[in-house]
């Protein structure tokens, strides 16, 4: 069965060093996503990515965050500068559909981030 | 006032039984409702989508909206140890095409 992929399981850095989280999307499908999940806490919409550019994007989503699709398969997540507080699980989803069936997503394991 | 509520659980219920998992939410504008479950350390997995007012049913698992009272539900019949799980309720928002999650309520089956 297809999946989303997601390296690194985990990662610990310091903050203030930059971290690339990388995914891999089912092959097929055209809208990408980033979410988190702080330990403990409900899980939060980062940014959507489609036709190559971003479409939507949270309050979280600062000028700290940027996602790139650099190829044909991988979509990573880059994040400048840690700081303590992002420190999280970080989720890839992706889907074939959008609009209002924009909530038909498949998620990867997650990347755990670890901000010291 | 959130915009996805859960009751946090843990909903204890034994082996056989019914569980019923609740979801309100404040955006009476949203489209979309979806539930996930979300085994610990795991990521979350969809497993009902539902987009009309009414019942829809996948085999153990039916979900139910009631859009006029901004409220949507999960039931899980013949309920199994491996359905101890977080579900998580979200939902597609009139702020824009991304889900809004709730902060999902702890099933626990007993044998």
């Known amino acids: 069965e297809p999946e989303v992929t997601q390296t690194p399981s985990h990662q610990v850095t310091q903050m203030g060093q930059e971290v690339i989280l990388r995914c891999v999307p089912i092959s097929n499908h055209l809208y990408f996503y980033w979410y988190r999940q702080i330990l403990g806490q409900k899980v939060e919409f980062l940014v959507s990515?489609?036709?190559?550019?971003?479409?939507?994007k949270s309050e979280i989503f600062d000028d700290q965050f940027s996602v790139e699709r650099p190829d044909g398969s991988n979509f990573t997540l880059k994040i400048r500068s840690t700081k303590l507080e992002d420190s999280a699980m970080y989720f890839c989803?992706?889907?074939?559909?959008?609009?209002?069936?924009?909530?038909?997503?498949?998620f990867g394991e997650g990347s755990r981030l670890t901000v010291l | 006032q959130k915009e996805v509520e859960q009751n946090s659980g843990p909903l204890s219920v034994p082996e056989g039984a019914i569980a019923s998992l609740n979801c309100t939410y404040s955006d009476r504008g949203s489209q979309s409702f979806f539930w996930y479950r979300q085994y610990s350390g795991k990521s979350p997995e969809l497993i009902m989508f539902i987009y009309s007012n009414g019942d829809k049913e996948d085999g153990r698992f039916t979900a139910q909206l009631n859009k006029a009272s901004q409220y949507v539900s999960l039931l899980i019949r013949d309920s199994q140890p491996s359905d101890s799980a977080t579900y998580l309720c979200?939902?597609?928002?009139?702020?824009?095409?991304?889900?809004?999650f709730g902060g999902g309520t702890r099933l626990m089956v007993k044998p």
């Open positions: 990515f489609y036709n190559n550019e971003i479409s939507e």
């Open positions: 979200a939902l597609v928002g009139n702020a824009g095409n991304m889900l809004t």
């Open positions: 989803a992706s889907s074939d559909r959008g609009g209002t069936n924009t909530g038909e997503l498949f």
